[in-house]
C-alpha cells in the first residue's frame, strides 16, 4: 500500500464509524446540545461532513480568503439527506488525497488558514483523521448524557 491508500484507509474507517454514531441519534434529538455555548448533533455532523470541503481547499494550497460553505443557509433535514450532499465532497476530498505521491506528502508543507502554523502534509491528513475522531467521542459522549444506547462501533 502507498501513504496516500493508508491515509485513506484511516479516513474511511474513521467516517464509517462516525456514520454508524450518527445513526444511533434519534430524529428528535437532532437539535439536543449539552449546554448552550456547545454545537448541537446535528450541528457536529455537519461540521464534521462540512469541513471535507475545506479539508481539499487547503490541501491543494487553494485560497481560503474568500471561503464560502457550500452548506450556507442549508436546513439540516436528516442524516441521509446530510451524507448525500456531502458526498461529491467527500469523493472529491478523498481523490485529492489519492493523487499525492509519497514525496508529495513527505515534502509538502501546508499552511493550516486558522492558525498559520506549517506541517509536512502528511502530518497534516492525519491529523484531519484526529479531528474527526475527537467529535466522534464528543458524539459518544452526547449519546451518553441523552441515555441513549451507543452504537457498537469497535468491530
Do not use: C
Amino acid at each position: 500500500m502507498t501513504q496516500s491508500e493508508i491515509i485513506i484507509l484511516n479516513f474511511t474507517e474513521i467516517r464509517r464509524r462516525s456514520i454508524k454514531l450518527w445513526k444511533g441519534l434519534p430524529d428528535d434529538y437532532y437539535n439536543w446540545k449539552p449546554d448552550e455555548k456547545a454545537m448541537s448533533a446535528s450541528e457536529m455532523i455537519r461540521h464534521v461532513l462540512e469541513a471535507d470541503y475545506g479539508w481539499d481547499i487547503i490541501i491543494n494550497q487553494g485560497n481560503m480568503a474568500n471561503y464560502k460553505t457550500p452548506w450556507e443557509n442549508r436546513p439540516f433535514i436528516s442524516l441521509a439527506d446530510e451524507l448525500e450532499f456531502a458526498e461529491p465532497y467527500r469523493n472529491t476530498f478523498l481523490e485529492s488525497v489519492r493523487q499525492f505521491s509519497d514525496t508529495e506528502l513527505n515534502e509538502t508543507e501546508i499552511v493550516h488558514p486558522g492558525n498559520g502554523d506549517k506541517k509536512i502534509l502528511a502530518k497534516y491528513l492525519l491529523r484531519i483523521g484526529y479531528h474527526e475522531s475527537v467529535h466522534a467521542g464528543q458524539f459518544l459522549s452526547y449519546l451518553r448524557a441523552m441515555n441513549i444506547d451507543r452504537p457498537k462501533i469497535w468491530d
